[in-house]
Each structure stands twice: as structure tokens, then as C-alpha cells.
């Protein structure tokens, strides 16, 4: 009988965790792009946010500063020095009742001896160091104060080293001395340049167990060094000055050898000298209840320093930062292996993102959305407008090629509905692959191995699709359906009707012809004007030069045109309309009717005014209004096209 070991996986990402969706995170940069933020900036605001199932760097950041804060609320760093006081306070006590009964003179000795200790804790430790405790328990206590002021020392520079220096016999402690020696000459000599890899791998060797870490060369091993010592020299900066003055006193009696406090200081001396860059001057504020000792405050220290490195990797506000450069170890040492498993999915988005070629870099550096991503936003905005269409109309999806006419040489899935005869190579091809990787017998025909040939009408249309880019269309939230419309219509253009031409022209005070990356990127600006005649006289233009093409002119506005283009190339503006104003767009409106186009408007708003102009417009060019809402705005405009194109 087979039996199973089941353990947490810790190798990476979970392997049965769901795919980044990385279409929906294409969708939200596009949004927030179209919206007027640069593609680095969306990309920034999505890994801050995070995206569904996974927490972004916002709340990672929130929860690091929740954790340092909760860490200097709960402890404080007197820890060491109130054990001492303890201790040291029951030995006196016990030495005290232990002399009293006895009438002897050298009894009133020691306790005028025991009286006339100096003030503070420290001078009393070093004064007592060469009394002869008569009490068990004296005795006792005054070793545990040395024992327990060797184990904090060592450990605020070694961690670990407490546990391993309980119950230290005086062979422990002259290891760990001959070890100090032998370190601060392996420093000594790499200062002078000295030292060789030779003599690294010896001392390592001989004194490995002191180094948990494992480094591989001495740059190694003074880095680690140096970032703990580092941590305990904040903690000393920490404290008050007379708590500073008592603890570094109360060290020279580290295990009753002031040998080893020597030791360790010149270790800090060497390590400060060979690592500058190591922040040795700061302090913090712990103002909680819990004491903690001379370790655990190192700890705590250098515990502050991660969370603070982590904080500035998390806040990606450097040149050049790349989720890339968080450490993950570090952040599940301080927030758990959740927030690891949160953070290497967005590592793994933004890994995704740039290795998809979603997003590139543009001629001057700056980041970009890629022609791949654009496709995929203006599908994704189609697929929104068939939608709207199907509910609206109840309808099915309409999104076809074209109604029934030549082949465009490619084919496509069978869906319920389709009239369009069958591409039957690509049908049997699919047959014999799925049955042969399932079944594996004869092969049989499924509804889904059905492709059909695509088509296309023949039939060309210039379509040139003006949009309003005046500050009103940004004001009144117009600025993003816009936006997406015109990604739809593009996308539908460009894949079911390749031989349309299609134009993109903006109008604001001037009217320009843009491409769909362009459109897409523009941020809005505060500017006057709704120049409908320049608009019109570049969708004229457009038209002119296809003139074997069905002209198709869309026009999405929220105003009444205030703006005309004079001769000489400038742009008069005035509000109310000028009537010169007006008769120059009505004019450019005829010149369209004469060949051929009628111009749709789409009016977005209920300005009285505007739609008593774009009326005239319909009846003086033969085309329609519309007034959508703007969740209808993309359904009516390509709804708009696929009628004008079939006329």
C-alpha cells in the first residue's frame, strides 16, 4: 500500500495557482491610458493597485509600515540592562540575609563592603567583580549577570549566538575569544590587501559554526557583519545617554572577560572603516512595554532597516526600478509568504507584459503601448460594442466578415448561425488532431472541428470618423467612451474590412488627422474650440483622395461649432458662433453631400442649440442623428458604419 507525504510548497509559485490574467490587466492599462495617464504611469498604478486574487504594492507598503510601527509600539530597549538590575538586586538581597546572622567581624566587613557600593548598576557589577560571595544564590545571580551580558554582547553581533551560549563553560568562552582574534586579523590584513582566499577558507574551517550565513569569500562575510553591527550601534543611538553609558560599561564584564569586549570593539572599529555606507548614526523610537535585550534590539534594528529598504523597492519611485528588485525573502520574513506569493505574481504580470511585447519603448526612451496591444485593446472594445448590440437588439454576435461574397483566404470557428460554406481541409485537419490525441481511433467529425471560409464584400468605403477633443468632452466624462469607440471601429476596420480606409481625425480649436496609438495616448487639454469646419474640410479631404470608395463621415460631438480655420492656417474662435463660423462648417457639409457622403452626427448631451444645428446638418447632407448614452455610443457609431456600408 502506497502511502503520501503532502508538505507547504515553498518552491516558487504555486504551481496550481491560476494564470496572471494578463488581458485584463491590458484592459486596465488601456483604460487608465485612454483616460490621459502615460503607459508607464498605468502600468505603475496597476502593480499598485493589484489586480483580482492579488494585493498590489499599495497595500504591501500599508502593511510594512502597519508592522514597523506595531514594532516600535510594543518594545522597548532596556531589556538587558532591567534583567541585569534583577538580577543583581536579588544577589545583594540574598548575600545581605546570608551575612546577617553572622557575629563575625569579617561578616560587617562585607556588608560595609556591600553597603558603600558605588551609585548605578554598572559600577556595582564592575565593583563586585573580585567579591567573594558567601551566598549560593549571590554567587549564582552575579554569574547569570556576566553569563547573560557575554550572551547578549555576542549576540547583537552574531545572531544566534545567545541560544548556542547557554550553559557556556570557560572552554565556550575561549573559543569564541580566539575566534574575535582570528576575525579582526582577517580584517585587518583584507584592509591592507593582505588577505587571500586561501586564508579566508581557513578561518572559515576553523571557526564556520560562528557563521550560519555561509559566505563564500570576505566581502561576503564583512557584509553580513557589518549590517548586524551596524543594527546594534542604531540600537546604542537609541537609547538614552545614561543607559548608554551603563550598558557599554556593563559589557567589559561579559562573561567576567573584559578581553572579549576589546575584541568587539575593534571588530565594530574595522567593520565601520571597511563599510561607511552602512548607517551607523540613526536611531529609532520604541516606546512600548515589552523590554527586550541587546540581541533582540539588534534584531529589531536591523529588522527596521529591511522594512525600510523594502518600503522604497515596494514604492518603484527610482530611475530604472523593476518589481524585479524586491527581495522576496525579505518580505515574507516580514509580512508572511503570502505577500512573497503576491508579490512574484506581480512580478510575474509585469515580466509578462513587457515579454509579450504588450509594451515597448518609443524613439525618445519612454514607454509605449505596443501595435500588439492595441489590437488586443480594439478587440476587446468590439467584443464590448457586439455585445451591447446583441442586448440592446437581441441579436446575435454580428462580428463577421463581411456578408457573403469572396474568400479573404483565411477561416474561423463555425458558430450557430453561419451561412458561409465550410473550409473542409482545416475541418477534416481538426478531426484527425483531436481524435487523435484522445481517442486515438477512427477518426470521426465533430461540430467542433467545423471552420468556415471567411468572406468579404468587395465593396470599399472611405470612412473618416471625427471626434471632439474639446475640454467639455474631458469635463463631462465623454473622454473614454470616445476613446473606445473609435478603438472599436479601428479594430473592426482593420481585421473584417482590410480594403476600408479609414481616417482618425481630432477637432478642438484646430483639427488634426491622428492614428489609432495616438488617439489612444492623447491626454486632454485645456483649450476652447470645437473647430468643426477644419474637422470637415481633412474628413473632405480624405474622401477626395478614394474616390472608387463609398464615403462614410461620423462625426462625435458635445457641442455647437465655435471655432473655423481662416485662409492664412489660423483659428478663430468665438462664443457664441460667429455666423461666419457656422456658414463655413454648413459649407464644408455640402462640398460632402456633392460627393456622395452623408455626415452622421452622434450628439452627446441635450444642448438645445447643438441639436438644432446638427439637424440642418442631416437634412442638408442626407444623414441622421443620434443621441446615445454613452455606454451606447461605441454600438451606435459601428451600428452607424455597418449601415452606411451596406448602402
Known amino acids: 500500500m502506497s502511502t503520501f507525504a503532502y508538505r507547504p510548497w515553498h518552491d516558487g509559485p504555486d504551481p496550481l495557482a491560476p494564470p496572471v490574467d494578463i488581458r485584463a490587466a491590458l484592459d486596465q492599462i488601456g483604460r487608465d491610458v485612454m483616460e490621459g495617464s502615460s503607459p508607464r504611469t498605468a502600468l505603475e498604478e496597476l502593480l499598485r493597485q493589484g489586480v483580482r486574487g492579488t494585493r498590489g504594492l499599495d497595500e504591501m507598503t500599508r502593511r510594512l509600515w502597519q508592522q514597523r510601527s506595531r514594532l516600535q509600539r510594543r518594545h522597548r530597549l532596556d531589556g538587558t540592562l532591567q534583567e541585569v538590575q534583577r538580577l543583581l538586586q536579588e544577589a545583594l538581597e540574598a548575600e545581605k540575609r546570608h551575612l546577617f546572622p553572622d557575629p563575625s567581624d569579617d561578616a560587617r566587613f562585607r556588608e560595609a563592603q556591600l553597603d558603600n557600593l558605588p551609585a548605578g548598576t554598572a559600577a556595582q557589577v564592575r565593583d563586585l567583580a573580585d567579591y567573594d560571595w558567601q551566598s549560593q544564590t549571590g554567587r549564582e545571580n552575579y554569574q547569570k549577570i556576566q553569563d547573560l551580558l557575554g550572551q547578549e554582547l555576542m549576540e547583537s553581533r552574531f545572531k544566534g549566538m545567545k541560544e548556542a551560549l547557554r550553559n557556556a563553560t570557560p572552554q565556550d ?32 574551517r576553523k571557526h564556520g559554526e560562528f557563521f550560519p550565513e555561509n559566505p563564500r569569500n570576505v566581502e561576503e562575510l564583512i557584509d553580513a557583519l557589518a549590517a548586524r553591527a551596524a543594527a546594534a550601534q542604531r540600537m546604542m543611538n537609541s537609547m538614552s545617554a545614561e543607559q548608554r553609558a551603563e550598558l557599554s560599561e556593563l559589557i567589559q564584564q561579559a562573561f567576567g572577560d573584559p578581553r572579549l569586549a576589546g575584541e568587539v570593539a575593534r571588530l565594530d572599529a574595522q567593520l565601520q572603516s571597511l563599510r561607511p555606507g552602512e548607517d551607523w548614526t540613526s536611531s529609532g523610537r520604541f516606546r512600548g512595554n515589552n523590554p527586550m535585550g541587546m540581541g533582540e534590539g539588534a534584531q529589531a534594528m536591523q529588522d527596521l532597516a529591511e522594512m525600510d529598504a523594502l518600503a522604497e523597492q515596494l514604492s518603484q519611485s527610482y530611475p530604472g526600478a523593476r518589481l524585479e528588485d524586491i527581495d522576496l525573502e525579505a518580505l515574507e520574513r516580514q509580512l508572511g509568504p503570502e505577500t512573497g506569493v503576491d508579490a512574484r505574481r506581480l512580478q510575474e504580470l509585469e515580466r509578462e507584459l513587457r515579454n509579450q511585447g504588450l509594451l515597448e519603448r518609443a524613439p525618445d526612451g519612454s514607454l509605449q503601448l505596443s501595435p500588439k496591444a492595441m489590437r488586443r485593446l480594439g478587440q476587446t472594445a468590439l467584443k464590448d460594442v457586439v455585445n451591447s448590440l446583441s442586448a440592446r437588439r437581441g441579436e446575435r454576435d454580428t462580428a463577421k466578415a463581411g456578408a457573403a461574397g469572396e474568400p479573404t483566404g483565411s477561416s474561423r470557428p463555425w458558430q450557430f448561425g453561419d451561412t458561409e460554406p465550410w473550409d473542409v481541409s482545416r475541418t477534416v485537419r481538426n478531426a484527425v488532431l483531436r481524435t487523435a490525441s484522445t481517442t486515438g481511433g477512427a477518426v470521426t467529425l465533430d461540430v467542433e472541428d467545423v471552420e468556415i471560409v471567411e468572406t468579404e464584400q468587395r465593396a470599399r468605403a472611405a470612412v473618416a470618423l471625427c471626434v471632439d477633443t474639446s475640454w467639455s468632452m474631458v ?13 472599436a471601429l479601428h479594430h473592426l476596420v482593420r481585421t473584417r474590412f482590410r480594403n476600408d480606409a479609414l481616417e482618425l481625425i481630432t477637432f478642438g480649436r484646430h483639427a488634426s488627422t491622428v492614428d489609432i496609438a495616438e488617439l489612444t495616448a492623447l491626454e486632454g487639454v485645456w483649450e476652447q474650440g470645437t473647430n468643426l469646419h477644419h474637422a470637415l474640410l481633412l474628413a473632405g479631404r480624405h474622401v477626395r483622395r478614394h474616390p472608387d470608395a463609398q464615403p462614410v463621415v461620423i462625426v462625435v460631438t458635445d457641442g455647437e461649432p465655435t471655432a473655423h480655420l481662416e485662409p492664412d492656417g489660423e483659428a478663430e474662435f468665438n462664443y457664441p458662433p460667429l455666423p461666419r463660423t457656422l456658414r463655413l462648417t454648413l459649407a464644408e457639409v455640402d462640398k460632402l453631400a456633392r460627393l456622395g457622403a452623408s455626415v452622421s452626427v452622434f450628439m452627446l448631451g441635450d444642448d438645445p442649440k447643438l441639436e438644432a444645428f446638427v439637424d440642418i446638418v442631416a437634412r442638408r447632407s442626407g444623414g441622421r442623428v443620434v443621441n446615445p448614452d454613452l455606454d451606447g455610443l461605441g454600438a451606435a457609431v459601428v451600428s452607424d458604419y455597418l449601415r452606411n456600408r451596406r448602402r
Not at 176 to 197: C, F, K, P, V, W
Not at 475 to 487: E, I, N, S, V
Open 173 to 204: 568562552v575561549e573559543r569564541i575569544r580566539e575566534m574575535m582574534s582570528d576575525l579582526n586579523d582577517l580584517l585587518a590584513a583584507h584592509a591592507q590587501g593582505r588577505d587571500t582566499q586561501q586564508q579566508f577558507e581557513q578561518f572559515m
Open 475 to 487: 469635463q463631462d466624462g465623454r473622454w473614454l467612451p470616445m476613446k473606445r469607440t473609435a478603438l
